[in-house]
């Protein structure tokens, strides 16, 4: 279906044919009707299926601009997602003047009550700090006629139950309500039954998510031996842009510190950086700056990030639902992506788990050798220095003279192989990294998570975090390939082909391992 068949403003439209749509994506095409009869509305569907767009277009077409008071209010869970959905409602919304601002933790709270004193017709923002302003006085809910909770199965799992209800308390009885979710927990559909009137349940089959894009595989090693393995696999699959998930916020900084000491361009993002330092990190990915992010489940959650060719979950996730979010940051658009799992010998069992959710079988992916990491970074310095010629081959003539007297000196194959080694990085193992160990998830007879998605074994998710840790930080983020030669993407072209020749010139071929 077609933006223009779906009876919205003229001025919005401009702003959809301006960003570049013309289709409606499932979820879009079955939640703007319902939604622009003032319906409420449960929206079931995977990250990257175009919810934004699903619940900000109609709450933006109800919008009249001649009052100036606070129309709709957007909860989201995580500060990155809360000011990437105010920047996307901004835009679609310009054209008709609509104003839009964000409330978020570790941000500046006076510039924010200043921004709200300007009287936004949308507010979105996280629990802690809407709540914070709410006390303050600062936010005042009584005009509220939309009210949009984003990512709501995220929210429960991240303990904002409560904050929550709170809210919505403060919010008029008479209101359109749209919930967007991944799944559908009981606590999902309890929602439904207290804030919701008679909502219609739009649910987007698996099928339809992105995932079948993407080829899944698993590498078995032990927790000491998964780093090796994984600059290996980086040196022969040389991915464009990655992102990298860890458990906790000590193994992500651990592994953005290992992967800078060996020589490549990452850094990590997690709850505990300041607001502005994750936001500087996110644009120097999105710029193509760093090669590679590490991240925790939330500080990625929701994240648009266009151009990511490979994810590695270095730990197993600890809920099954996680995993399809974490492997949706890649296979955007139509365009194909893989993802590789570190497993442990014990979480076999999640493994399983997961596969039953996504209706796919990993793969296994033998570790590549020394010798076949060698080889990838040959290749990938080969490409290198073939390009810079490329690029500089009308500018090489002043240099001549002393090429000359270099060649009178040693072979051409000497001068070759010294600018080989000095392009091509050392090899993986050569900077001694130690990861300390994460304690494993516990072992499950019955396959590694319990019902609902939640694991076993007491721990909070992400690595110990409480309710009272959450308090701390009120607002804030709350730290929360069928193709088998799919190697890297130099070239940002998404290009299986070149991808497939890339491999064969490197020597090296994803082998499964007949032991699995």
Known sequence: MKFKELKLAPELLVAIERSGFEEATPIQEQTIPLALEGKDVIGQAQTGTGKTAAFGLPMLNKIDTTKNVLQGLVIAPTRELAIQTQEELFRLGRDKKIRVQAVYGGADIGRQIRGLKDRPHIVVGTPGRMLDHINRHTLKLETVETLVLDEADEMLNMGFLEDIEKIISKVPAERQTLLFSATMPDAIKKIGVKFMKTPEHVKIKAKEMTADLIDQYYVRAKDYEKFDVMTRLFDVQTPDLAIVFGR??????????????????????????????R?????????????????????????????????????????PESYVH???????????????????????????????LTKKRMNPMRPPTEKEAFKGQLGAAMEQIQNQMEENSDSLEKYNESAKELLAAYSPEELAALLLKTTAKDPADAVPVKITPERPLPSNKKGGFNRGGKRGGGINRGGGRGKDNYRKDRGGDRDRNKNKNYGGNKSRSNNKNTNRSNDKKRGFVIRTNSND
């Open 248 to 277: 906790t916020k000590r193994r992500v900084d651990e592994l953005a510190r290992g992967l800078e000491a060996r020589g490549y361009k990452a850094e990590g993002i997690h709850g505990d950086l300041s607001q502005q330092k």
């Open 279 to 319: 936001m500087s990190v996110l644009r120097s990915f999105k710029r193509g700056d760093l090669d590679i992010l590490v991240a925790t489940d939330v500080a990625a959650r929701g994240l648009d990030i266009s151009g990511v060719t490979h994810v590695y979950n270095y730990d197993i996730p600890q809920d």
């Open 326 to 356: 974490r492997i949706g940051r890649t296979g955007r658009a139509g365009k194909g992506g893989m993802s590789v799992t570190f497993v442990t010998p014990n979480e076999m069992g999640y493994l399983h788990v997961i596969e039953n």
